[in-house]
């Protein structure tokens, strides 16, 4: 169909010593060509593995037991290392969470993206170096000339992420996948940091897997969002229809507990309880203990997304309803 | 809350039962250590009974050598003592001499270490500022200038008596700012969680909150150190005593033996060196190895 | 920049009034300085004059001046088993020494990092495992038994190298080297092996473990996700970050190497400092005891400067730190 990226039934697990823990269990989901997906839920509900998966990146003993990743068409999950590392760059780009720690503090910034330039690209170290402060100058750092020789350390904060947002998209990859990109930086910051990474991806037709717990950056940045919880996915829908109209009781719980200027609120949701730990797992679906619409049903079976109104939930509240066109 | 009942946690129990290095190393471990505590009782002569001795004995090469002789297992020396029963009385002194050490190490250690971390300013500059200094130079050479001023300012007929306490204060010395070091560290990070402030505010006193609180914290840490810290003393001592400033001759470490016997390399009696060499290995690398799963075992970080 | 050296060295200096305190109280305290000057037998007149001479019935303080003053002159006074001066037998066995713990330094370094770096990049492979395995027995074996055990190999039973002494030396100026000859190389092998061991396998496990945390870090990970090729990675970047605190503690090491000499040197009757050292402490020869405690300590300060110096050349952190302010 032309995804840029789909990802089917992908499960990843981790051999422990108290048995196969599931970190990831059967997530699907695609981004198009250009789009933003913004895939949101609390710390540990697998977002970050799920990343560090597609670009092939995961930490032993951690490893894809199940599903498929394609990318542009061809399938990834599978590739050798070697082979990855072609792509990696070049048609996927990652950006962490931490500026401070992505870059490597012994070499300059210049030195850094040259590295990454003519690794990519067959251009000579002038021409790569000419390039290299292109990118600093379309990510908005200023002086571009002479800061290109400068470390690391001497840049602040926000200075350091578009760096970091520079290299990722120095050899002009179809899909970024950044990783909580404005969690550590400053408020103020982050809106910046957004701001460009949105307007560099329009230009350049990039797609971007957006992870973050942040539902504020999601609405700012997202044409779509897709909510994990404990390792599955739970609901995936445009940006609008979910924090609008969420179908599964989660995403609802994590709607109504944003406070917001908007409308009048007496009390933030607070949904009881909290997720489970990877290796007490509830079965059936793995909400269903803190979920206020339990039923039967919900405690044997595991939901899978099905459609509701305009967007898809793993809920078995669809089924029962019935679809709603 | 208590770090006490964390410390016991079944993971470094599972860990170690499925480590056979781990078991195999704390087996040998055992049976070196009661082998050498209960000479007395297990050793098959007492090299140290001269009535016992029979110098035609002398020089006789072990067992399974055509000379040999199945009294004296390991063979003899050049007294006619019994080589195995030397090494297992030998294994105590040294044993017990590193034991002591890094007891008095650990001691001195964390309690400036506690100092350091809790009380800041200028004590924990101080403190730091000597560990700093004294981290710089290697073991021996502080073990050796103690040793060399203690023989002379001690007259002759005392320095029996006193070696082993500066023998014991001497690689002590030299190995207290490692875990003045992690103790101090620690501490002051315990100092400033919330649940110390808040003990305060309810009025503990702050050796018990530091006691009942960072203590456990630092359990982990400065066990893996002493364990290694242990391998470390046995070397410094036997060491000493190789180069004669170690225990005095009337209790020989494995140290000791290593060094009469080097005597005799050359005209063929190997055996009176080597085995007690091989004991001074087997001993310091299973602590080694016991030292190396440890580590691996309490490093939260691996978990 | 200079502020840093300016602290430096005042530190420096003050390690070395701390040890030549040490040292002076060795003379004063220890024994009888003016027998430890002259010798054991002179008169009392002697001893009455010598002990005005000497400004020993000053006050402490200006006592201490007096020695530190010569000192810093090299002035130990006299050896006393030897009856020679301090200076001229420890110049003397200088050159062997440091010879000596050279080699062995460079041997640790050289064999050291590359297998360190080898068992940290290649963690599953049988042969860095036996490398591991390896340098778990080489810190579980005493220096002075490697010494014995090499001997009884290579002396004893198969003769091939010499287990006693340097071999024939050539005299530059003050200083014999054994460099020049194959004799010397011959002597040298054994003792330099033994030396280094202690020190590479420690060499090795350091390595290892900082690769191992480098590794683990968020840039190498990101280098990763650029695609960087799987060299650029762990030698441009790994490799590079990994040397850095190495450095600074191997070159703290390699001042152990020194003082561990003294074990080597009396396995294999080397005839350099440490035999001397370990001589005048069994005969209490105060005078050699003192200077060689003083001629250690300046090596040791000053190799932690070199040290320091390289620390700071190398890490753009420290040196651009001082100066400018960071960019917005």
Same mark, same amino acid.
Request: charged fraction near 15%; hydrophobic fraction near 50%.
């Given at each position: 169909?032309?995804?840029?990226l789909?990802i089917?039934?992908?499960?990843?697990?981790?051999?422990?010593?108290?048995?196969?823990?599931?970190?990831?269990?059967?997530?699907?989901?695609?981004i198009?060509?250009?789009?933003?997906?913004?895939?949101?839920?609390?710390s540990?509900?697998?977002?970050?593995?799920?990343g560090?998966?597609i670009?092939?990146?995961?930490?032993?003993?951690?490893r894809?037991?199940?599903?498929?990743?394609?990318?542009?068409?061809?399938r990834?999950?599978?590739?050798?290392?070697?082979?990855?590392?072609?792509?990696?760059?070049?048609?996927?780009?990652?950006?962490?969470?931490?500026?401070?720690t992505?870059?490597?503090?012994?070499?300059?910034v210049?030195?850094?993206?040259?590295?990454?330039?003519?690794?990519?690209?067959?251009?000579?170290?002038?021409?790569?170096?000419?390039?290299?402060?292109?990118l600093l100058?379309?990510?908005?750092?200023?002086?571009?000339?002479?800061?290109?020789?400068?470390?690391?350390?001497q840049?602040?904060g926000?200075?350091?992420?578009?760096?970091?947002?520079?290299?990722?998209?120095?050899?002009?990859?179809?899909?970024?996948?950044?990783?909580?990109?404005?969690?550590?930086?400053?408020?103020?910051?982050?809106?910046?940091?957004?701001?460009?990474?949105?307007?560099?991806?329009?230009?350049?037709?990039?797609?971007?897997?957006?992870?973050?717990?942040?539902?504020?950056?999601?609405?700012?940045?997202?044409?779509?969002?897709?909510?994990?919880?404990?390792?599955?996915?739970?609901?995936?829908?445009t940006?609008?229809?979910?924090?609008?109209?969420?179908?599964?009781?989660?995403?609802?719980?994590?709607?109504?507990?944003?406070?917001?200027?908007?409308?009048?609120?007496e009390?933030l949701?607070?949904?009881?309880?909290?997720?489970?730990?990877?290796?007490?797992?509830?079965?059936?679906?793995?909400?269903?203990?803190?979920?206020?619409?339990?039923?039967?049903?919900?405690?044997?079976?595991?939901?899978?997304?099905?459609?509701?109104?305009?967007?898809?939930?793993?809920?078995?509240?669809?089924?029962?309803?019935?679809?709603?066109? | 809350?208590?770090?006490?009942?964390?410390?016991?946690?079944?993971?470094?129990?599972?860990?170690w039962?499925h480590?056979?290095?781990?078991?195999?190393?704390?087996?040998?471990?055992?049976?070196?250590?009661?082998?050498?505590?209960?000479?007395?009782?297990?050793?098959?002569?007492n090299?140290?009974?001269?009535?016992?001795?029979?110098?035609?004995?002398?020089?006789?090469?072990?067992?399974?050598?055509?000379?040999?002789?199945?009294?004296?297992?390991?063979?003899?020396?050049?007294?006619?003592?019994?080589?195995?029963?030397?090494?297992?009385?030998?294994?105590?002194?040294?044993?017990?001499?590193?034991?002591?050490?890094?007891?008095?190490?650990?001691?001195?250690?964390?309690?400036l270490?506690?100092?350091?971390?809790?009380?800041?300013?200028?004590?924990?500059?101080?403190?730091?500022?000597?560990?700093?200094?004294?981290?710089s130079?290697?073991?021996?050479?502080?073990?050796?200038?103690?040793?060399?001023?203690?023989r002379?300012?001690?007259?002759?007929?005392?320095?029996?008596?006193?070696?082993?306490?500066?023998?014991?204060?001497?690689?002590?010395?030299?190995?207290?700012?490692?875990?003045?070091?992690?103790?101090?560290?620690?501490?002051?990070?315990?100092?400033?969680?919330?649940?110390?402030?808040?003990?305060?505010?309810?009025?503990i006193?702050?050796?018990?909150?530091?006691?009942?609180?960072?203590?456990?914290?630092?359990l982990?840490?400065?066990?893996?150190?002493?364990?290694?810290?242990?391998?470390?003393?046995?070397?410094?001592?036997?060491?000493?005593?190789?180069?004669?400033?170690?225990?005095?001759?009337?209790?020989?470490?494995?140290?000791?033996?290593?060094?009469?016997?080097?005597?005799?390399?050359?005209?063929?009696e190997w055996?009176?060196?080597?085995?007690?060499?091989?004991?001074l290995?087997?001993?310091?690398?299973?602590?080694?190895?016991?030292?190396?799963?440890m580590?691996?075992?309490?490093?939260?970080?691996?978990? | 920049m200079?502020?840093f050296?300016?602290r430096?060295?005042?530190?420096?200096?003050?390690?070395?009034?701390?040890?030549g305190?040490?040292?002076?109280?060795?003379?004063?305290?220890?024994?009888?300085?003016?027998?430890?000057?002259?010798?054991?037998?002179?008169?009392?007149? !002697?001893?009455i004059r010598?002990?005005?001479?000497?400004?020993?019935?000053?006050?402490?303080v200006?006592?201490?001046?007096?020695f530190?003053?010569?000192a810093?002159?090299?002035?130990?006074?006299?050896?006393?088993?030897?009856?020679?001066?301090?200076?001229?037998m420890?110049?003397?066995?200088?050159?062997?020494?440091l010879?000596l713990?050279?080699?062995?330094?460079?041997?640790?370094?050289?064999?050291?990092?590359?297998?360190?770096?080898?068992?940290?990049?290649?963690?599953?492979?049988?042969?860095?495992?036996?490398?591991?395995?390896?340098s778990?027995?080489?810190?579980?074996?005493?220096?002075?038994?490697?010494?014995?055990?090499?001997?009884?190999?290579?002396?004893?039973?198969?003769?091939?190298?010499p287990?006693?002494?340097?071999? !024939?030396?050539?005299?530059?100026?003050?200083?014999?080297?054994?460099?020049?000859?194959?004799?010397?190389w011959?002597?040298?092998?054994?003792?330099?092996?033994?030396?280094?061991?202690?020190?590479?396998?420690?060499?090795?496990?350091?390595?290892?473990s900082?690769?191992?945390?480098?590794?683990?870090?968020?840039?190498?990970?990101?280098?990763?996700?650029?695609?960087?090729?799987?060299?650029?990675?762990?030698?441009?970047h790994?490799?590079?970050?990994?040397?850095v605190?190495v450095?600074?503690?191997?070159?703290?090491?390699?001042?152990?190497?020194?003082?561990?000499?003294?074990?080597?040197?009396?396995?294999?009757?080397?005839?350099?400092?440490?035999?001397?050292?370990?001589?005048?402490?069994?005969?209490?020869?105060?005078?050699?005891?003192?200077?060689?405690?003083?001629?250690?300590?300046?090596?040791?300060?000053?190799?932690?400067?070199?040290?320091?110096?390289?620390?700071?050349l190398? !890490?753009?952190?420290?040196?651009a730190g001082?100066?400018?302010?960071?960019?917005?």
């Amino acid at each position: 169909m032309g995804h840029v990226l789909e990802i089917r039934q992908l499960s990843v697990e981790f051999p422990s010593r108290r048995g196969v823990l599931k970190a990831l269990d059967e997530v699907s989901f695609s981004i198009e060509a250009g789009e933003v997906v913004g895939v949101v839920g609390e710390s540990g509900a697998g977002k970050s593995l799920t990343g560090a998966a597609i670009i092939g990146l995961l930490e032993p003993p951690g490893r894809i037991s199940g599903g498929e990743i394609w990318l542009e068409g061809q399938r990834i999950d599978q590739l050798p290392d070697d082979q990855m590392r072609l792509l990696r760059g070049r048609k996927i780009g990652a950006i962490f969470q931490d500026p401070l720690t992505s870059l490597n503090p012994l070499y300059t910034v210049g030195q850094q993206l040259i590295e990454t330039i003519t690794t990519h690209l067959s251009l000579s170290n002038s021409q790569a170096k000419t390039r290299a402060i292109e990118l600093l100058e379309a990510t908005g750092i200023p002086a571009a000339r002479e800061r290109i020789d400068h470390y690391p350390h001497q840049f602040s904060g926000g200075m350091r992420q578009r760096v970091v947002i520079a290299l990722a998209l120095a050899a002009e990859p179809k899909l970024i996948v950044a990783d909580e990109p404005t969690t550590a930086l400053d408020v103020s910051i982050q809106a910046q940091i957004i701001e460009l990474l949105k307007r560099l991806c329009r230009e350049h037709g990039t797609a971007v897997m957006l992870i973050t717990h942040d539902m504020g950056v999601i609405a700012e940045t997202a044409n779509r969002v897709v909510v994990m919880y404990a390792g599955r996915v739970v609901e995936v829908g445009t940006v609008r229809d979910v924090i609008e109209r969420p179908q599964h009781p989660y995403t609802a719980g994590l709607m109504g507990s944003i406070p917001t200027i908007k409308r009048v609120v007496e009390r933030l949701v607070q949904i009881d309880g909290s997720m489970p730990r990877l290796n007490a797992i509830p079965s059936g679906c793995a909400f269903h203990p803190r979920c206020e619409h339990v039923m039967p049903i919900c405690r044997r079976e595991r939901p899978e997304l099905m459609v509701r109104g305009a967007s898809q939930a793993a809920c078995w509240l669809t089924a029962k309803e019935g679809t709603d066109g | 809350m208590s770090g006490w009942q964390r410390f016991w946690d079944s993971d470094v129990a599972w860990s170690w039962r499925h480590s056979p290095v781990a078991v195999l190393a704390t087996i040998v471990l055992v049976v070196l250590v009661v082998g050498s505590f209960g000479a007395s009782v297990i050793a098959p002569h007492n090299p140290f009974d001269l009535a016992t001795l029979n110098l035609l004995d002398a020089l006789k090469p072990p067992v399974w050598e055509p000379d040999g002789d199945p009294t004296y297992f390991l063979g003899t020396d050049s007294q006619g003592r019994d080589l195995l029963s030397a090494i297992m009385y030998g294994m105590q002194v040294s044993l017990m001499i590193g034991l002591a050490s890094v007891f008095l190490s650990v001691f001195l250690g964390v309690a400036l270490g506690l100092l350091a971390g809790y009380l800041g300013g200028r004590t924990d500059a101080y403190i730091m500022r000597v560990a700093d200094v004294q981290l710089s130079f290697p073991a021996i050479l502080i073990a050796l200038l103690i040793d060399g001023v203690a023989r002379a300012v001690v007259p002759n007929d005392l320095h029996e008596v006193i070696a082993f306490p500066v023998l014991v204060f001497a690689i002590s010395l030299a190995g207290w700012p490692q875990y003045a070091r992690t103790v101090r560290g620690s501490t002051m990070v315990e100092k400033n969680r919330e649940y110390v402030q808040a003990a305060r505010v309810i009025g503990i006193s702050s050796p018990v909150i530091m006691f009942r609180h960072v203590l456990p914290n630092v359990l982990g840490p400065v066990l893996v150190l002493a364990t290694v810290h242990l391998a470390t003393a046995i070397i410094t001592e036997a060491t000493l005593s190789f180069l004669g400033v170690g225990v005095p001759p009337t209790s020989p470490s494995l140290g000791t033996l290593i060094r009469i016997g080097n005597d005799f390399l050359f005209s063929g009696e190997w055996w009176i060196t080597i085995f007690p060499g091989m004991a001074l290995v087997l001993l310091v690398l299973s602590v080694n190895l016991l030292g190396d799963w440890m580590r691996d075992a309490l490093n939260p970080r691996l978990n | 920049m200079f502020a840093f050296i300016i602290r430096r060295l005042i530190q420096a200096t003050g390690v070395m009034l701390v040890v030549g305190l040490i040292a002076f109280m060795l003379f004063q305290y220890v024994g009888d300085p003016v027998s430890i000057m002259l010798g054991q037998d002179i008169t009392d007149e !002697d001893r009455i004059r010598l002990t005005n001479q000497l400004g020993l019935d000053q006050p402490a303080v200006v006592q201490f001046y007096h020695f530190l003053v010569n000192a810093s002159q090299g002035d130990f006074g006299i050896s006393l088993r030897q009856g020679q001066k301090v200076s001229t037998m420890l110049l003397e066995r200088l050159p062997a020494t440091l010879e000596l713990s050279f080699t062995a330094a460079v041997i640790a370094l050289v064999i050291g990092i590359p297998l360190g770096v080898f068992t940290a990049l290649n963690r599953k492979g049988f042969s860095a495992n036996f490398v591991l395995a390896f340098s778990l027995v080489g810190v579980s074996l005493p220096t002075f038994l490697i010494g014995i055990l090499l001997i009884l190999v290579f002396s004893v039973q198969l003769g091939w190298l010499p287990s006693y002494g340097r071999g !024939d030396v050539v005299r530059l100026g003050w200083w014999s080297t054994g460099f020049l000859t194959a004799s010397g190389w011959k002597h040298l092998i054994l003792p330099a092996i033994t030396l280094s061991l202690f020190q590479l396998t420690l060499v090795l496990r350091l390595v290892r473990s900082e690769m191992l945390e480098v590794l683990r870090t968020d840039y190498i990970k990101f280098a990763r996700a650029r695609g960087l090729t799987r060299r650029v990675v762990h030698f441009g970047h790994a490799l590079k970050n990994t040397l850095v605190p190495v450095m600074t503690i191997t070159g703290l090491q390699l001042g152990g190497i020194i003082a561990f000499a003294i074990v080597t040197e009396t396995v294999f009757q080397w005839p350099g400092m440490g035999l001397l050292f370990i001589q005048a402490v069994q005969f209490v020869d105060i005078p050699v005891m003192a200077a060689y405690l003083c001629l250690i300590a300046l090596i040791f300060v000053v190799i932690n400067l070199i040290v320091d110096l390289l620390y700071f050349l190398v !890490d753009p952190r420290l040196r651009a730190g001082i100066g400018k302010a960071g960019g917005h």
